[in-house]
């Protein structure tokens, strides 16, 4: 996985805010897959454990997305 964009060096809040959310849909990507695993080793405590945390970075992306579409 590709390291995480420092948002901090970025110049204005719009170019901060689409960073994040590129951020966002990177760990999405990376907790897919290992979601994927412990679903197919048959791991359900786990993978539903997974889930939540995947459907709290998928609120967290709806989320800043919506701040960066009113600005």
Known sequence: MR???NINTT???EEQLKDLI???QQVKDSLVNIL???EE???VDK???LTEALDALEDAYDV???VLLDD
Request: charged share 35%; no cysteine; hydrophobic share 30%.
């Open 36 to 38: 994927d695993e412990y």
């Open 3 to 5: 390291k995480i964009v």
């Open 64 to 66: 800043v997305n919506d």
């Open 11 to 13: 110049s204005t809040k």
């Open 22 to 24: 590129t951020s966002i």
């Open 47 to 49: 993978a539903d454990t």
């Open 41 to 43: 080793a048959g791991e």
